[in-house]
């Protein structure tokens, strides 16, 4: 990788982890709002048959909160590989990871080969 992919590299998870990080912010506040909720009532939402329970989407927001802050993990991990030059080097095989796929998933480990020989297990 040249110094000019891996500028724009560097710049793209930046933009994903700025965006990562206002969507794990936002999750959180919305589990806070439906925790509130949750403890101001003593009614039973598990069983009300209108829909979906405030209970459901508090536990769908934790659940979206912590794919969050994996995905940040994973980008600031691509960070240190890139710094390292070692970003576009498949953990598994060692081959290289296409440029193609680093733009679209920036924080990929894995060339595609090895992503789909994992998929098939």
Do not use: N, W
């Not at 794990?24 to 329970?53: F, N």
């Amino acid at each position: 990788m040249d110094s000019v992919d891996a500028e724009r590299f560097q710049q793209l998870i930046d933009v994903r982890i700025a965006d990562t990080r206002a969507r794990i912010e936002a999750s959180g506040r919305r589990i806070d709002e439906l925790t509130k909720a949750r403890s101001g009532t003593t009614e039973d939402d598990e069983h009300d048959p209108e829909g979906s329970t405030i209970s459901q989407d508090r536990a769908l927001e934790v659940k979206l909160h912590e794919d969050a802050q994996r995905s940040l993990t994973d980008l600031q991990q691509a960070l240190t590989r890139l710094a390292d030059g070692t970003y576009d080097v498949c953990e598994h095989c060692g081959g290289p990871i296409s440029l193609e796929r680093l733009e679209v998933r920036p924080e990929t480990r894995l060339c595609i080969d090895c992503a789909s020989s994992r998929l098939r297990r």
